[in-house]
């Protein structure tokens, strides 16, 4: 096969999981959420799509059930940081934290002391194409009355509700779409790559999908771009290994979080993020 | 006549605060109708109750003579009544065509355009209002007076003829300020109706047809305004005299020099300038917190009191002794080398809070739970403990009520009078002409003196002159 | 004295809630939660060789981030400072083996804590020159001292041998000494001194009044105290990330004795925890410490023990988390009534 050709589809296929989390995460911080339990609403999407595959042997009943597992972890966040009004920084941190917790012991109760080598029936380009899809549903919907609501909401929560919209109804709907679709990447990690289930196997890419989001400046485009870029940055080491260049592979694993931190330096981002990103109402 | 918007014996507590208590309003049709009163005098909460913001314990609201029941702010806009806020609600990131849309509820809105024909009074109004602005610019990139029409704009996107403007000049020059209360009668000459919420009584008697005084929750006073005068609806506000400021007392030593800006010891300057004009870096290079231009010189120590005591000049979440030693971790009264004796710096804050009379429970409570007059005294006893040379003040009376910002004069006044020099600014053109010995005019970042013959019109055309909008 | 009760209330509710999920899940709930207690606090070993020894390196990290916090600077890269510290002192003792031990305890110590410090240093100028909210970049750093420790443990730091992917053990005298018949070494008296310390600068000080100041109000920090907001929070970070170095360096000489792979079972994020449930307070920090450190220890317990994961563990400070916040928050709502 052509390197080339075997080298973007690498990058295409670690990339999808990332941007279908940070479109979801993207969404959530237009409405001045910061959810940083993505990376749980991940890791519970990879556990449920496990299980929702393994019990009915299809990837695209997995691929649902991964979107509830999201949605699951979603809903507490919403329930504890948004009707709760707890500081979200903190329930993001702390769910992340519950969420290792919990599937660590799901899976055991489900597949044994053991754990299950599981193989699962896999998916490869569904999740590609669902995701693509949602960039472009994505900005349309920005530009709509729904999404100027959205925006306002996540700019000032005081204007908003000056004109009568229910901010947190808003929050709410914003959070539970980003998990529906945190869970999905997570679904995809397990259907369409590794196929099978790990202990925090996501290994902090719900953590990249926040960066990708602010590296993306909030725009499903760039978030696109960004988590494309993420993800051929990945596949470099791929390559280079083919290519046979001696370097430590941990310097290419590094790679994509130093341009990540580069391209965020670079950048002077700060003026664009929601005005009201991470507040909680008063 | 039926009236357009009518409230009926609205009480509402919050807590055990009254803030409202049988309070009956009601504007008509063809009429401006203003309502005054100090800072919790219920005017806002009547408002709010008016615009569905707030639920009233008891009363009811009509609209057009029938009962509504004003729920929600959504409510009221479909029922015609338009508000605008205090405090700016356009997104400063989205255009003016997008705020727009927001208000009226949909993107597209036909509103988020200048209206095509001139038929009705919203629409002559809204086609005033539209003049000069661009639909496609960011609301933030926006000068003050634009912002304001631009809020009156989105009060009016969903075809309201009542309009319930709560302080809509406080921050506009007085040319602009002119040109918005004369809309607002031609505005209500077509049929509208409008409530006039403002503490300046100059803007109350030339435009309004009926005045309501509210004090502490209840009517004192209602009349046509053709029926009533400035000092006595003045004397209804604070409900009694207010006494005379000390005499101005300048000795010819000069402490702050800016071009043609020059303090003297123990003499009030006030500066005037719109909104956006440099006063913030003047008094802030001043003040020793910018970079000051060559040549300008303050003399040390100086006091300032910024324009946002709650951000700024305060940490609300602080105690009173720990406000005082804020900026003063220095003071050898209270510290030992790096060590801060609490107990000692306590023991001052309890003296200033006798000597000021703050209305506080002991110098350990925080600063959030005081009133906004108070946390003013705690400013100006945290300067009158430093001895400043020099105060600059950057509109010290903001959000302060009538008597809470005769009293911060004379304190302002009396700080001269030890020989302090004092140097103030505030939007208000009429607060600056009345409290300070000489004016000194800001416009682009450049200053301009001021003869000391100069007219209340000619200071207002300085400072307009080239400023666009 | 309330504020004893509530954490009471706060323990016995995550515990609760382990019950209930142990339960569920088909595990022995009473079995369970016996080897939790067992393992850390059931005994003079258990607490002297397990709790306390899990719970130096969170209370130290915690007592940086506090620092942090209170500036109002969100360092949640304490797990690569922690790397870094533990790669620093893995270096230091391999060229200082023939030095006396208090020598070579003091410079492992000095050495991890400039190399934390360094590696929040990168964050710092961004934040300060560009803006870069410090939230992503320590973030971002983590993964990238993760890899970092992968490369050392299997480049210049490999044992000798070449097969493990880990470092040699580092010399007998570098190693910190022990309390006889446990485990519990040096590093608790840095706990104590940093402690202490640390609750006296912030109280009585100038310049615990000036972090103070910075993180509940930068606005007027700046303008009515003329204090360089950039300056303190800088400086704040720079500690947070020498302490969690010096925790990380603490680790290696104190307990492992050489530098592997996932050397932190999550120090660096369950010390966030630890600092805000104990709001940020030194002494608070030193109980919260302590009771996440006798969770970790009993986590470990009850795997070997009863056979339940050692994750399960990440449910009870998870839970504790978000109920102190829940019931901080009723506090705050009632005195907000009051006034």
């Known amino acids: 096969m052509d390197p080339t050709v075997d080298f973007l589809a690498a990058a295409i296929r670690i990339a999808t999981p990332l941007l279908l989390a940070a479109l979801g995460e993207m969404l959530t911080e237009r409405s001045g959420v910061l959810n940083l339990s993505v990376e749980g609403a991940m890791l519970a999407g990879c556990l449920a799509s496990a299980l929702g595959a393994h019990w009915s042997g299809s990837p695209y009943f997995g691929l649902a059930t991964g979107a509830l597992g999201g949605l699951a972890v979603a809903t507490v966040f919403s329930l504890v940081a948004i009707r709760g009004r707890v500081d979200q920084v903190i329930v993001g941190t702390a769910l992340t934290l519950g969420t290792i ?115 993306g400046r909030w725009h499903p485009i760039g978030v696109m771009l960004a988590a494309v870029g993420f993800g051929a940055l990945t596949a470099l080491q791929f390559a280079f290994q083919a290519v046979g260049i001696a370097l430590p592979y941990q310097l290419f694993l590094m790679l994509p979080y130093l341009v990540a931190l580069a391209a965020l330096a670079g950048f002077g981002w700060r003026a664009r993020a929601p005005a009201d990103l991470g507040r909680s109402l008063s | 006549m039926t009236a357009a918007l009518a409230l009926h014996g609205v009480s509402k507590a919050f807590g055990t605060n009254r803030a409202l208590n049988d309070v009956s309003f009601a504007v008509g049709r063809g009429e401006v109708h203003a309502l005054v009163g100090e800072n919790g005098a219920g005017k806002s909460t009547l408002m709010r109750v008016a615009f569905g913001l707030i639920p009233p314990d008891a009363g009811e609201v009509t609209i057009d003579g029938n009962a509504a029941r004003v729920e929600s702010p959504r409510v009221a806009r479909a029922a015609g009544v338009g508000m605008v806020h205090q405090h700016f609600t356009s997104i400063g990131s989205f255009t003016v065509e997008e705020n727009l849309w927001l208000a009226a509820g949909r993107v597209g809105h036909p509103s988020g355009r200048p209206p095509i024909s001139n038929a009705t009074a919203v629409d002559e109004l809204r086609a005033a209002l539209w003049r000069g602005l661009d639909r496609t610019a960011a609301a933030e990139t926006l000068p003050v007076s634009a912002k304001q029409r631009l809020e009156l704009l989105q009060a009016l996107a969903t075809g309201a003829d009542i309009l319930l403007l709560d302080e809509p000049t406080a921050l506009l020059a007085p040319a602009e300020i002119e040109a918005l209360l004369a809309l607002l009668r031609s505005f209500a000459r077509g049929g509208g109706a409008v409530v006039l919420i403002s ?145 000692e710096a306590e023991r001052w804050m309890g003296v200033l809070i006798d000597r000021f009379e703050i209305k506080a429970g002991s110098p350990r409570v925080p600063v959030s739970s005081l009133s906004g007059g108070n946390q003013q005294k705690v400013l100006f006893a945290k300067i009158a403990a430093s001895s400043p040379a020099v105060v600059i003040a950057e509109n010290p009376t903001r959000g302060l009520d009538f008597k809470a910002t005769v009293e911060l004069h004379h304190e302002l006044r009396r700080l ?54 | ?192 001194l940093l402690g202490t310390v640390l609750w006296i600068v912030i109280g009585r000080t100038r310049w615990g009044f000036r972090l103070r100041a910075v993180g509940e109000a930068p606005v007027a920090a700046s303008v009515a105290g003329r204090i360089p907001v950039g300056g303190v929070q800088a400086a704040a970070l720079l500690l947070s990330g020498g302490l969690a170095g010096l925790a990380g360096g603490l680790e290696v000489t104190g307990v492992t004795y050489s530098l592997y792979q ?45 056979g339940i994961p050692a994750v399960a563990v990440n449910v009870v400070q998870a839970t504790i988390i978000i109920v102190a916040l829940l019931a901080l928050r009723k506090r705050r709502v009632a005195a907000v009534a009051e006034a």
């Open chain 3, 1 to 192: 004295m309330t504020a004893v009760w509530r954490a009471i209330g706060v323990g016995l509710i995550a515990l609760g809630v382990l019950a209930a999920t142990l339960a569920v899940l088909g595990f022995d709930p009473v079995a369970g939660l016996a080897a939790l207690g067992r393992n850390s606090v059931g005994s003079w070993y258990a607490w002297s060789s397990a709790t306390l020894v899990r719970a130096i390196p969170l209370i130290i990290i915690g007592l940086g981030l506090g620092l942090a916090f209170r500036a109002g600077a969100f360092n949640i890269g304490a797990e690569g400072q922690f790397a870094a510290g533990a790669i620093a002192a893995t270096g230091t003792a391999m060229v200082m083996g023939s030095w006396p031990g208090p020598v070579s305890w003091v410079a492992t110590a000095a050495v991890s804590t400039v190399a934390g410090a360094l590696w929040v240093l990168i964050p710092v100028v961004l934040k300060l020159r560009l803006g870069v909210l410090e939230v992503i970049s320590t973030l971002l750093l983590n993964f990238v001292a993760e890899q970092m420790v992968s490369w050392m443990v299997q480049g210049p730091l490999q044992e000798p041998q070449g097969i493990y992917p880990q470092s040699a053990p580092i010399p007998a005298d570098v190693r910190l000494p022990v309390l006889a018949g446990t485990r519990l070494h040096l590093g608790v008296v840095w706990v104590i």
């Open chain 2, 199 to 343: 503490h300046k009584l100059s803007d109350v008697f030339a435009v309004a047809d009926r005045i309501t005084v509210l004090r502490r929750g209840r009517v004192v006073l209602e009349g046509r305004r053709s029926e009533l005068t400035s000092p006595e609806v003045a004397a209804a506000m604070v409900g009694g005299e207010i006494e005379p400021p000390p005499a101005p007392a300048a000795t010819g030593a000069v402490r702050i020099e800016a071009g043609p800006l020059r303090v003297q010891a123990g003499e009030v300057v006030g500066i005037a300038a719109i909104e956006g004009n440099g006063q913030r870096s003047l008094l802030r290079a001043l003040a020793g917190l910018e970079p000051m231009a060559s040549g300008w010189r303050s003399e040390a120590p100086v006091a300032f009191l910024p324009g946002d005591r709650t951000t700024e000049g305060l940490i609300a979440g602080f105690s009173l002794t720990e406000n005082l030693v804020l900026g003063h971790d220095r003071d050898a009264r209270w510290t030992r080398g790096p060590w801060i004796d609490w107990g």
């Open chain 1, 101 to 215: 917790g919990v599937t660590g012991l799901w899976y055991r109760w489900a597949f044994g002391a053991e754990g299950l080598g599981l193989t699962l029936p896999t998916v490869v380009w569904t999740p590609t194409v669902i995701a693509g899809a949602l960039v472009v549903t994505v900005s349309v919907l920005l530009r709509s009355t729904i999404g100027l609501r959205l925006r306002a909401v996540g700019e000032s929560a005081v204007a908003a509700r000056a004109i009568g919209i229910g901010v947190e109804r808003y929050r709410a709907a914003a959070t539970a779409v980003g998990g529906l679709l945190a869970g999905l990447g997570g679904a995809t990690l397990v259907l369409g790559q590794v196929g099978t289930f790990a202990e925090r196997m996501t290994a902090g890419r719900g953590f990249i999908a926040i960066a990708i989001v602010v590296l």
């Open chain 3, 262 to 306: 996932n050397l932190s079972p999550g120090y660096g994020f369950t010390a966030i925890a630890v600092a805000l449930i104990a709001r940020l307070h030194p002494l608070g920090i030193i109980v919260a410490g302590v009771g996440f450190g006798a969770l970790e220890a009993g986590a470990s317990g009850m795997q070997r023990e009863a």
């Open chain 2, 416 to 469: 001269a009078s030890t020989g302090v020099a004092v140097l103030f600014h505030s939007p208000d053109l009429d607060e600056v002409l009345s409290h300070s010995d000489r004016v000194v005019v800001l416009r682009g970042g450049e200053l301009l003196p001021v003869r000391s013959t100069a007219t209340r019109a000619e200071v207002g055309t300085m400072m307009a002159a080239g400023v666009g909008g």
